[in-house]
């Protein structure tokens, strides 16, 4: 068999065009559905805004999204923060005390299931008596991303040539000034992954925003999922478009700003 | 390594605020879930009785311990509710993960041989989905499966069944919400390892007089098991205590240890045997953590 002949068996082939047809379909489905004129999801009675216009008069949804926006803007910016030191920490700091601790506080909260770390913080939050509200759910969503954007940076940071950073040095850069003037720029496509991957994950959060927020503070997940469990509703259809639509955006703006600015897209995809 | 000293200072002192905020609000937070765990139900807000108070000194403590009791894990071990919850919750993860690698495997596989400059293509096209809520996604298949839904709509046109077949609140609903939610989880880690390896081994096995299948299974397979292993547990754990998906669109008669704990929390309000879930839960995934914590310190580190 030579080497250089495409490899893409018919078996290939067909494993990609249904795998990702069965990763889209549904999705798309619901965007259809949610420009459905008909009061009955399922039946077609033409293309309409209607539902849209519902959402954009719903009081509770809107009040909802303001505070998901609200929590994911401020949780993902203190974990682009903290997450970033993290994978600084691990990446150049060599061994410290306390360095397998911190991998694995860092690692454990990617799988752990969401019921407990919800619950966990929320006694904490009961036993220090803090209100329940905006403040302690942006500071669960930010413990749980942080992790996220740790590993992102610190894939990017351990593929990332060090003579580039000891030669700033031996130019006369101070370790801070070396950080700054070459470390941060080369890793900065993978800090903006990161902050984007916290956003959303922070927008998309259910379980963990149900257990630390208080009365009156619901998210939008939070609302969504009330609704759903009473059945499908063509307004909640519309909300969902609307979201898919945005984090569309977000990433595609995300992808065209790397390309631009370093020229190699790999980095904006992470895990 | 010959790394700069001068370079690691700094980067302690960058541990410092992670460390800190992990400490208190990830590690701490356990040590709380295991005090309440001991605690015994009370009607009050919050609705356990209180355990050793800061200012008590010495006697009030020695009486908070004398007052920690095992009762909820005894509730535990002794009501069905609960052993079969956690019983579902595992057979359900190892089925979802087996169809999961079935389903992953192929479509890693394919993207793995696809043409150098598709690759990244293929893999943003499976990690979009990834960004799209969890929640939306579960949504947008209980609109496909419901009784008048399109499922049931296009089966009934091609009159391959005569009456609507009730999909949702089924396991298989269940298990197709899974599979659909985790396939991302399962694909990108199989896909890294296949990508990876050197296709000169397959033409080397195929020198020797391997066939095609054998080469996959003698060499490939493998080869890939570190990202199966890999795919498995970022797969399994989560799903073990998986709550959105089974509430959504399991049927009521069986419960996931994620929902038992959320009923015991949400609905019936008795947080110390909410918390004695928890820390059960924890116990049995420890392993399979650990594990993971292994894999993926090898991986981000080895480089």
Known sequence: MPASAPRLSRFNVTA????????YLPIVILVIYSFNASRLVTVWGGWSTRWYTEFFNDRAMLDAAWMSARVAVVSASLATLLGTLAAVALTRGERFRGRTLMSGMLYAPLVMPEVITGLSLLLLFVALDAERGFWTVTIAHTTLTMCFVAVVVQSRLAGLDRSLEEAAMDLGCDPARAFLAVTLPLIFPAIAAGWMLAFTLSLDDLVIASFTTGPGSATL??????????GVKPEIN???????GFIAVLIVGASLASKLSSGRGESAAPL | ???????????????IAPYVWMVLFFLVPFGFVLKISLSQTAIAQPPYLPLFGFGDGVTGLKASFAALSLDNFRLLVSDNLYIASYLRSLVVAVISTALLLALGYPIAYAMARLPRRWQPVAMTLVIVPFWTSFLIRIYAWINILQHDG??????????????????????AAMYLGIVYSYLPFMILPLYATL??????LLEAAADLGASRLQAFWLVTFPLSLPGVGAGV???????????????LLAGSDSMMIGQTLWLEFFTNKDWPVASATAIVLLALLLI????????????????
């Not at chain 2, 390594?1 to 541990?15: N, Q």
């Not at chain 2, 547990?233 to 509430?247: A, M, Q």
């Not at chain 2, 399979?288 to 080895?302: G, I, N, S, T, W």
């Open chain 1, 16 to 23: 990609l065009v249904l795998g990702l047809a069965f990763l």
């Open chain 2, 233 to 247: 547990l970022l797969c399994f754990i989560p799903i073990v205590g998986e709550f959105v998906i089974p509430d």
């Open chain 1, 238 to 244: 519309a909300i969902c478009t609307l979201i898919i």
């Open chain 2, 1 to 15: 390594m010959s790394a700069r000293p001068i370079f690691t200072r700094p980067a302690r002192l960058a541990a």
């Open chain 2, 150 to 171: 399109l499922l049931n709509k296009i089966l009934l046109a091609l009159h391959i069944v005569s009456a609507p077949v009730v999909w949702l609140s089924t396991d």
């Open chain 2, 195 to 200: 990508a990876k390896q050197d296709e000169a």
């Open chain 2, 288 to 303: 399979p953590l650990l594990v993971y914590d292994r894999l993926q310190r090898r991986q981000l580190e080895a480089r």
């Open chain 1, 221 to 230: 997940p939070i609302r969504i999922y009330s609704e759903v469990r009473l």
